[in-house]
């Protein structure tokens, strides 16, 4: 079996030249008319950059914002709030398979993905150019929202366990100044280190103490050591409740606050000039697609009647 070349290919079109132009020119023609029957769609295009999220192991904080624009949750936020099912003419309730369609329907008029530059690029497409600018801005917004609600979860726990290990630590404390002050009360100890100098240079000189100077001694020699062991939990106590009572304080900032985890690069653009149909490219890819057609459908011909 012969194969097709170049040349045969070059002159099936010549000889059948006429045909080529009359197939092409009534695709082109079939397929500029068919194209106003798709409806017109703009885009919204807007660039936003992550701020106040911390790489959490080995996710960028670009791949955080992004999973949270992609999250069930905002989708459906959104879709309620704008009617997205209505607008989009899928009925999810009563229709088989309707959710599915319904996340086709989104995708393909919800765009969004991460730049080279570590930011979020959002386009937004609707046959309504002022309603595509505000479902971009809701979105954003909608998905900082879910940030915050997260987040101020998080920190909530974080917060009622910081709040635990203080009452916690305030107790001992407590109970360690109680202990500290009760023998200090008992034995007339003011400053162990000060009194227990002065003491022994009133005894190496041979002076007399009296009944209080004499309990002060007995109490410095008996309970000196617990003293000191007293006081070093209290000092250590004191620092790990300070350290615990920033981190608390620093939670109580993050709650309380209104922080946002986004800055515009770009806001949500009005567009004036549709983004489809784009009717050239539809002309042009239907006038070739009829020219191959055409063209495979001779190149058979004439193979078949060189079979015969």
Known sequence: ME?????????????????????????AVLSY??????????????????????????????????????SEDVKLKIAKDFNLFSRYGVDTLSTKGGKALFDFMFMENVLISPTIYESIDITIKDEDPAFAQKLNAALVLNTNQLI??????????????????????????????????????????????DQAKYLSKQLSTGSSLNESAQLTVKGIKEKGTELKVL??????????????????????????????????????????????PIRWVIVMISSLSAFLMTLVFFLYKNRSKELI
């Open 3 to 27: 194969k097709f070349d170049s040349l045969n290919i070059i002159k099936t079109i010549f000889k059948n030249k006429k045909v080529f132009v009359l197939v092409v020119i009534g695709a």
């Open 33 to 70: 008319g068919a194209s106003f029957l798709i409806k017109e769609k703009f885009k919204s295009n807007s660039v936003v950059y992550p701020v106040n999220l911390f790489r959490n192991s080995e996710e960028s904080p670009s791949e955080q914002l992004l999973q949270y624009f992609l």
């Open 148 to 193: 915050k609600e997260t987040k101020r979860k998080i920190v909530n726990q974080y917060l009622e366990n910081t709040k635990k290990v203080i009452e916690i630590q305030s107790k001992e404390l407590d109970s360690l100044s109680t202990s500290i002050l009760k023998i200090k009360t008992e034995y007339n100890i003011l400053d162990e280190k």
């Open 231 to 276: 006081d070093g939990r209290v000092k250590s106590t004191l620092k790990s409740y300070t350290q615990i009572k920033i981190k608390n304080d620093a939670y109580l900032l993050d709650v309380s606050g209104d922080m946002d985890f986004y800055v515009y690069v770009s806001k949500p653009n009005l567009q004036d000039k549709k983004c489809t």
